[in-house]
């Protein structure tokens, strides 16, 4: 006994995927999407967040070799209860 499909195409998608790539396709033509070019406009806090992204602003070089030269030669001088206040102050900011 042979068992005959009534459904077209591919049985594990049961004929439904044809029909969805056909959508998707007519969308992306719809959308303009696959060719030419797109213009994109930032708002100026999108400009501004890009212009941080910026990585050679972010750390003074120079200053982090003064500091390494002064505290390996002993010239900076750490003070704890200082440090641990500046946190403190920080968290308590936090958790406001």
């Given at each position: 006994?042979?068992?005959?499909?009534?459904?077209?195409?591919?049985?594990?998608?049961?004929?439904?995927?044809?029909?969805?790539?056909?959508?998707?396709?007519?969308?992306?033509?719809?959308?303009?999407?696959?060719?030419?070019s797109s213009a994109v406009d930032?708002?100026?806090?999108?400009?501004?967040?890009?212009?941080?992204?910026?990585?050679?602003?972010?750390?003074?070089?120079?200053?982090?070799?003064?500091?390494?030269?002064?505290?390996?030669?002993?010239?900076?001088?750490?003070?704890?209860?200082?440090?641990?206040?500046?946190?403190?102050?920080?968290?308590?900011?936090?958790?406001?």
């Open positions: 006994m042979k068992i005959q499909s009534s459904i077209s195409g591919n049985p594990l998608t049961g004929g439904v995927a044809p029909a969805r790539t056909e959508a998707v396709a007519g969308y992306a033509r719809a959308s303009g999407a696959g060719g030419g930032l708002s100026a806090a999108a400009r501004q967040l890009a212009g941080l992204q910026d990585a050679s602003s972010d750390i003074d070089a120079s200053r982090v070799e003064q500091l390494k030269s002064a505290l390996a030669s002993g010239q900076l001088k750490m003070d704890p209860s200082r440090i641990a206040e500046g946190l403190l102050a920080s968290v308590r900011e936090l958790l406001k």
